[in-house]
């Protein structure tokens, strides 16, 4: 496995493989991700993009993913009335339940009270 010491010394392709993951994220956040998608897409093996965008962002990737996720989702319901079915598959979740799961998770509300209380 690597550390940070190996990490710290990504390439300049790595990092703009890594750069290039991120704003593709930032852009669709709804998009289909994996890590041997993401990879192979990217140029870049995954044990690099795992530590690489951790250790440039702060966050894992898959952390980063549900709460740009989860950005999307709230600005959706705040400024529009998008079903939550749609806003759920907008958002790249395959059922609404698991939808409504996690935006509960990370709000502390389902998203039918989120909109109604924004």
């Not at 079903?83 to 998770?105: E, L, N, R």
Request: hydrophobic share 35%.
């Amino acid at each position: 496995m690597m550390n940070k010491k190996t990490i710290s010394h990504l390439t300049e392709k790595d990092n703009s493989s890594l750069h290039w993951i991120k704003s593709l994220i930032d852009e669709y956040p709804g998009g289909e991700y994996s890590l041997k998608l993401l990879s192979k897409r990217a140029g870049i093996n995954r044990v690099k993009l795992t530590y690489g965008f951790k250790f440039l962002f702060g966050a894992t990737l898959h952390y980063y993913i549900i709460q740009k996720r989860m950005e999307k989702a709230q600005s959706l319901l705040h400024t529009t009335d998008i079903p939550v079915k749609a806003i759920a598959a907008a958002c790249g979740y395959k059922t609404t339940q698991h939808f409504i799961t996690a935006f509960k998770k990370h709000t502390g509300q389902r998203p039918g009270l989120y909109r109604k209380n924004n």
